[in-house]
């Protein structure tokens, strides 16, 4: 496919796009607002003023990217931080942790007409594209008006590889057109190249999820919320963090199980996308567990047996509250989600099969036997059992993880290097 095909198509497909933001606005009203923003139509910055453009699609690559984004903020006090998401939810996150800080909108849709308008108004001096979210006119654009691109944090699954490779006569242009990939690992390096990057665009900065900073006032919070929830009784916490659609049904089969044998089990169950909270909290009563809400303010009674995590921005918090952490994204085939979260916490991690989203971190983890990979809701109640009666496997566990987490710090410092270099004069 060409790229003059591609644009045809996008151009073709934009109504059935904006179908489904109105579908999905549904159970998401914020996903009916701020369309111009989508077609480029923003507030105009300062010419003159040095840009940096972060894009990161939704709320894992934003919260990768915020420890990236105020050290540059640190290292460039002049330039004004232009952050871009593609969803309500990595928007909120940005507009919660950064404020008026920095500029933010929407990414302008794929399309020549609309980019030329979003960097006429923004002329961003580089493009910081934050893990794999990457559009060919997008890349093209940039190139063309001479604003370098880097692909930071990048990572690329044998599925998404095989995806790309479908598409080589869009693929290999796009590539080339990068100027740097700053890939997690050398598997990740590998398949860019299998894609058509040169060697000369890669360099390996390994993982910036693993320079996670837990400051004293979030060990603090953890540390009251982690009181909070266990209470007088002392209750063992299991932490069920991003599940979708399938998985609550399975971590609810294992949470019966469990409590056959362990009856005060608090089960604190956080869905991934919050159009799903109502929806979660109603599977909960269909099998008659008591059900308190997270943005109720209120702590559990005694007889509540799952507190609905509805509220966001919180989860970080919440892996320093419990005692075993599930991730989800991984029972169903979607890729995992973040694993260093819970090991920097020193918690025991348990997911499902499914991680190539994760597949370094999962490697390491499973090496050195911090987390345990569960095929279904009857492993999944055997090994939270295991940790409960076992309080020095638990600690093992979690003192492995840890190691992990540590031991692999140093990414953000090498990809901040990469971003200097191609912010230098050329």
């Known amino acids: 496919m060409s790229l003059a095909l591609y644009s045809l198509l996008f151009y073709l497909l934009t109504p059935f796009i904006l179908l489904r933001l109105i579908w999905r606005g549904r159970k998401a009203p ?61 928007s909120a996150r940005v507009r919660a942790v950064f404020g008026e800080s920095v500029y933010h909108v929407y990414a302008p849709y794929d399309l020549p007409g609309v980019l030329s308008r979003f960097l006429q108004r923004v002329q961003p001096n580089i493009l910081v594209i934050m893990e794999t979210e ?81 400051d004293d006032d979030l060990k603090n919070r953890a540390a009251a919320l982690r009181a909070q929830w266990r209470s007088e009784a002392n209750r063992p916490v299991l932490l069920a963090a991003s599940t979708h659609r399938g998985e609550d049904e399975i971590i609810l089969d294992s949470f019966e199980q469990i409590r056959r044998s362990c009856s005060e089990l608090l089960l604190v169950l956080v869905p991934r996308h919050p159009e799903r909270f109502d929806e979660v909290a109603q599977l909960c009563a269909g099998r008659n567990l008591q059900v308190v809400r997270r943005s109720g303010g209120n702590p559990p009674l005694r007889d509540d047996q799952v507190v609905l995590g509805d509220t966001m921005g919180e989860l970080l918090l919440f892996f320093g509250a419990c005692d075993i952490a599930f991730v989800g994204g991984s029972l169903m085939p979607v890729g995992g989600h973040n694993l260093i979260e819970p090991a920097a916490w020193q918690v025991p991690i348990l997911s499902g099969p499914h991680l190539f989203n994760f597949s370094e971190a999962s490697r390491l983890l499973l090496a050195e036997k911090g987390m345990v990979v569960c095929e279904s809701a009857e492993d999944i109640a055997g090994k939270v059992l295991e940790l409960i009666e076992n309080p020095e496997v638990a600690s093992q566990m979690a003192v492995s993880a840890k190691a992990v987490a540590d031991n692999n710090r140093g990414a953000l410092n090498r990809l901040l290097g990469v971003i200097e270099h191609q912010l230098l004069p050329r």
Request: proline share 6%.
């Open 134 to 214: 990457l559009w060919p006119n997008l890349v093209h654009c940039c190139r063309d008006r001479d604003i370098p691109v880097v692909v930071a944090n990048a990572r690329l699954s044998e599925k998404s590889a095989k995806g790309y490779s479908k598409f080589s006569k869009l693929t290999e242009p796009m590539l080339r057109r990068i100027n740097c990939v700053a890939a997690q690992h050398e598997d990740d390096g590998e398949r860019f190249l299998g894609l058509g990057l040169s060697k000369k665009q890669l360099i390996i900065t390994g993982n910036i999820k693993f320079d996670l900073h837990l």
């Open 30 to 90: 914020d996903y009916r607002k701020r369309w111009a923003e989508r077609f480029g139509f923003v507030p105009t910055v300062d010419p003159g003023q040095q840009v940096i453009w972060v894009h990161s699609v939704s709320v894992g690559e934003t919260l990768a990217a915020v420890p990236m984004i105020k050290e540059l903020q640190l290292r460039y006090p002049e330039a004004l931080l232009a952050v871009t998401t593609m969803t309500p939810t990595g």
